[in-house]
C-alpha cells in the first residue's frame, strides 16, 4: 500500500481551502505571513529576500510579515494587493491552500473569486479601530459574501488583541457584536479567537496572556475542521468531461467517461442516469489508470465505464437512477458582477455550468444585494462591475440545476461575454422557475 | 488488495486530492482547447505532468504533442532521460530549440554562455505560431516565486503571448474559461497548487523515474557566492578558483548556465521528501543564479512570455 511518505504515525486530513478577509490595516498579511512563518513554510532565502526589500523600502528594522504575501512588483509599489493570490503552507496532518483576498477596491469580486473554493472563511477584526463600538462595515461585507458563497465555517480572528492588554471584555464586545451578524446572516458555524499577529498570540500556539480564552490556537483549528465536499450522505453528481476511446490496444474496444466526482459517491453496480438524455445503465467499472474502485468519492478523478452502450457525452451529469434531480431551463439566480463591461440584458451569455457550456439569456434583473447591510436594495436594470444581484435566466438547453447552498458543486456557473471571452459573472442558482 | 480499500475511502488524502484535480484540469484543457501541447523538458515538474496525463487519458493516447523547448545548454543525462521517456510513452515529442531561433536571429545573447533562460520565451513564442497552439500546459507551481502566487490555473496571454497581471480572468469554483480568440492562448498549470513537498512525495508515492541527477552524486564544482556552480563546458571555474568534488543533488535541472545543485546525500526520493521537510532554502533561491538578480526578476520574464 501507499503509505504516507514522512509521517507515518499521523493521518492525512488531505487539504483545506480558506479565504482571509480583512484589510491590510487589520493585519491580514502580518497573519497569513506569521501563519506560513510558523508553519516553516517560509524557507530561509524567501525571508532573506524579505529583509532586503524591507530595508529598500522602510527604515525600521523589524521583519515586515507582509511583505511575504505582496506578489507583484507593481503592487508592491502602490502598497496594496490587487489580485486573489494563493498561498500554502502545511502542518504535520493537513495541507492548507489560503486565498489571500484584497481588502480594496475590485474588493466584492476578489472575494467572491477567493471564496468560492474556500471551505472555511478567517474574518479578520482590528479590535483596537471597534472598541467597545460597533464592527466596521467591511466586516459585515465579508461575513455577507462569504454567506453568498456558502461558506460553512466562520472563523472571527480578533486581532491586535495584545494592542488593548489582552482585555477579555473587549475580546467578549466583539464576540457579541458579531453574534448579532451572524444571526441576521445565518451563519452556523462561528467561532472565536483572540489573537495578536504580529506577536504570534494564539496563531500557532496557545498565549499565555490570554488565559481566559480556553479555545484551541488558530492552526489547531484549521487542523480539525471538515472539509464540507467529503459528504457522502450527498446524492451522486458526475459530470462527465471527456469520453476516453480506444481502439485495439486491448481484446476489446474501449468506451469509458472520464470526470470528477462533484458530490456524492459512484459504485461499481450502480444503476445511473445520464442527464439530460435520461437513459440508465449500470457501472461495469470504474477505472482509476492502473486499478479497478469499487466505488469513488466527492473530489476523485476516475473513468467510469458503464454495461451498455448509451449516449453520453461531454457535459452530461451521471446521476443515481431512482434521482430525479430537476433540469433547469428557467431560473434564478444570485450573480456576482465581475466584468469591466456591464451586465446587457439584451446580449447572449455564454454559460458555463459543470462540464457543460450552452447560451444564456438575462431575462430579467430583480433586487441588488446591499452587501454592506446584507438587505435588497431597489430593483436594477443593470449589474456592473462588483455588483450583486439577483437574475432571472433562460438557458438554451436544460441542464442538472440544483440549488446552489444545496450542492455547490451543481449549484454554481460561470457566465462568458462570448465578444471577449471574458468571464463576467460568477452566479449561483437559487431556484429553478420551469423545469424542462 | 490493501491498496484499493485505501483508496475507495471517501476522504481523500492530500496527494489524492492534488491528482485528481490536475487530472480534471488536463481533461479540461482536452476538452476546451482545439490544439495543445504539454511542455515537457526531462525535469521533475514535467515529469509528475506526465504521470497525470497517463492517469487522465490511458488507455487512450495522449490528446497532444509533447513539446521540449531546447535551450542547448542541457545536462546529456536529461535528454538521454527525456527521449527515453518520450519512447516508453509511445508519444510524439516535438523539439524546438534556442539554437535555431540564434540562427535566424530572432535571439541575440551578449555572449555564447549566457543563461538562455529568458531566450526560451522566444523560442515558446515561435513555436506556439509554427504550430497553432492555443494551449500550453507546463508544470509551474504558485509557491515556486512570489509572482506566481496570482498566476491562474488558466493563464491568458494575448496574441503577443504576454501575460498582463492586471487582465487576468477571475478563476471560480472549477469552472476554468478556456476560450480565446486566434492567435491567443492560454497557458495552463495543473500542478498550480502543488508545493515541492507535495511533487517529491508524490513521485516517492507513484515511484516515477527520474533523471540521475536529481538525487545524489559526486561531482566537481566551484563554490561561489554561495551556491556550488557545477564545472561544465559552460561554467568553467574562474581563475584562482578551486575545483571540489563534492555529494550534490540537483533541485531544477534547467539551463546549464544558471542551474546549481546542492550538497546533499540523499539518494532517493523519500530521503529527499525527508530532506525537504526540514530544507531551509527554496527551490529557486538556492539553484538558479537568474532568480537572484531581482525580487521581481520572474514577474518580468513572464510579462515577456515566459512561463
Not at chain 2, 194 to 213: C, F, G, N
Not at chain 2, 240 to 255: A, I, K, L, S, Y
Amino acid at each position: 500500500m501507499n503509505a504516507p511518505v514522512h509521517r507515518p504515525d499521523l493521518e492525512d486530513r488531505g487539504v483545506l481551502r480558506f479565504i482571509t478577509a480583512g484589510s491590510v490595516d487589520d493585519g491580514k498579511s502580518t497573519l497569513i505571513g506569521r501563519l506560513l512563518y510558523e508553519a516553516k513554510g517560509i524557507f530561509a532565502d524567501q525571508l532573506a529576500a524579505v529583509t532586503r526589500a524591507t530595508r529598500k523600502r522602510t527604515a525600521g528594522d523589524a521583519l515586515d510579515l507582509s511583505l511575504l504575501t505582496d506578489g507583484l512588483e507593481a503592487e508592491r509599489e502602490q502598497g496594496i494587493t490587487i489580485d486573489v493570490a494563493y498561498r500554502y503552507f502545511a502542518s504535520p496532518v493537513r495541507k492548507f491552500i489560503i486565498a489571500d483576498a484584497p481588502g480594496h477596491e475590485q474588493y466584492t469580486r476578489n472575494m467572491v473569486t477567493g471564496a468560492s473554493t474556500a471551505d472555511a472563511a478567517i474574518i479578520l477584526i482590528d479590535v483596537t479601530r471597534v472598541g467597545t463600538g460597533e464592527l466596521l462595515p467591511q466586516t459585515k461585507r465579508h461575513s455577507a459574501i462569504a454567506k453568498l458563497l456558502g461558506i460553512r465555517h466562520v472563523i472571527v480572528a480578533v486581532n491586535k488583541i495584545d494592542l488593548v492588554g489582552f482585555d477579555q471584555a473587549v475580546f467578549e464586545h466583539v464576540r457579541k457584536e458579531y453574534d448579532g451578524i451572524a444571526k441576521r446572516l445565518g451563519l452556523t458555524d462561528v467561532r472565536y479567537i483572540p489573537i495578536s499577529a504580529l506577536e504570534g498570540d494564539n496563531v500557532v500556539r496557545s498565549s499565555e496572556r490570554t488565559p481566559w480564552y480556553d479555545g484551541p490556537p488558530l492552526l489547531e483549528l484549521l487542523e480539525n475542521l471538515p472539509a464540507d465536499r467529503a459528504d457522502a450522505s450527498l446524492p451522486l453528481r458526475y459530470p462527465v468531461q471527456l469520453v476516453i476511446r480506444a481502439n485495439g490496444s486491448t481484446a476489446e474496444d474501449f468506451r469509458g467517461y472520464a470526470g470528477q466526482v462533484r458530490s456524492g459517491t459512484i459504485k461499481r453496480g450502480q444503476r445511473v442516469r445520464v442527464l439530460p438524455g435520461g437513459e440508465t445503465a449500470t457501472v461495469e467499472a470504474i477505472e482509476a489508470f492502473d486499478r479497478q474502485l469499487d466505488e469513488a468519492g466527492a473530489g476523485r478523478s476516475v473513468t467510469v465505464r458503464l454495461d451498455r452502450d448509451v449516449d453520453v457525452s461531454r457535459g452530461d451529469v451521471l446521476v443515481d437512477a431512482e434521482d430525479r434531480p430537476i433540469l433547469g431551463k428557467h431560473f434564478e439566480a444570485e450573480l456576482c458582477w465581475l466584468d469591466r463591461t456591464p451586465l446587457d440584458p439584451r446580449r447572449k451569455y455564454l454559460l458555463r455550468h459543470g462540464a457543460k457550456t450552452v447560451q444564456a439569456r438575462v431575462d430579467g434583473v430583480g433586487n441588488k444585494l446591499d452587501v454592506h447591510s446584507l438587505s435588497s436594495t431597489e430593483e436594477a436594470e443593470t449589474l456592473v462591475m462588483n455588483d450583486i444581484g439577483r437574475v432571472s435566466l433562460t438557458v438554451q438547453q436544460p441542464f442538472v440545476a440544483d440549488p446552489y447552498d444545496d450542492l455547490p458543486a451543481t449549484g454554481a456557473f460561470i457566465l462568458i461575454d462570448p465578444t471577449t471571452n471574458q468571464t463576467a459573472a460568477a452566479g449561483m442558482i437559487r431556484k429553478v422557475t420551469q423545469a424542462s | 488488495m490493501i491498496a484499493d480499500l485505501d483508496l475507495t475511502r471517501t476522504r481523500l488524502d492530500h496527494l489524492d486530492w492534488l491528482e485528481s484535480e490536475a487530472i480534471y484540469i488536463l481533461r479540461e484543457v482536452a476538452a476546451e482547447c482545439a490544439n495543445p501541447a504539454l511542455l515537457f523538458s526531462g525535469g521533475k515538474d514535467s515529469c509528475v505532468l506526465l504521470r497525470l496525463a497517463e492517469k487522465a487519458f490511458r488507455p487512450a493516447r495522449f490528446p497532444f504533442p509533447l513539446m521540449h523547448i531546447d535551450t542547448g545548454h542541457n545536462f546529456p543525462e536529461v535528454i538521454e532521460f527525456r527521449d527515453q521517456r518520450v519512447d516508453e510513452l509511445g508519444e510524439r515529442l516535438i523539439v524546438r530549440s534556442v539554437e535555431d531561433s540564434m540562427a535566424r536571429g530572432t535571439v541575440k545573447l551578449r555572449a555564447e554562455t549566457d543563461s538562455r533562460n529568458a531566450a526560451q520565451s522566444v523560442t515558446l513564442l515561435e513555436a506556439i505560431a509554427e504550430f497553432g497552439f492555443d494551449a500550453c500546459i507546463g508544470g509551474a507551481r504558485r509557491d515556486e516565486e512570489k509572482a506566481r502566487a496570482k498566476e491562474r490555473v488558466f493563464s491568458f496571454r494575448d496574441e503577443f503571448g504576454q501575460w498582463d497581471p492586471k487582465a487576468q480572468r477571475p478563476e471560480l469554483w472549477n469552472l476554468y474559461n478556456a476560450r480565446v480568440h486566434k492567435g491567443e492562448n492560454v497557458r495552463v498549470f495543473p500542478i498550480s497548487n502543488w508545493t515541492e513537498l507535495d511533487v517529491w512525495q508524490y513521485i516517492a508515492r507513484e515511484k516515477l523515474a527520474l533523471p540521475s541527477l536529481y538525487y545524489a552524486h559526486r561531482r566537481e564544482v566551484v563554490p561561489r557566492n554561495g551556491l556550488l556552480v557545477p564545472v561544465t563546458p559552460i561554467t568553467p571555474p574562474r581563475p584562482g578558483e578551486v575545483v571540489e568534488t563534492r555529494t550534490v543533488r540537483f533541485r531544477t535541472v534547467g539551463d546549464i548556465s544558471c542551474t546549481c545543485p546542492v550538497a546533499s546525500d540523499a539518494d532517493t526520493a523519500e530521503a529527499i521528501v525527508a530532506e525537504t521537510v526540514v530544507t531551509e532554502i527554496t527551490e529557486r533561491g538556492a539553484t538558479r543564479m537568474d532568480d537572484q538578480t531581482s525580487e521581481a526578476s520572474m514577474e518580468r520574464r513572464k510579462k515577456e512570455g515566459y512561463f
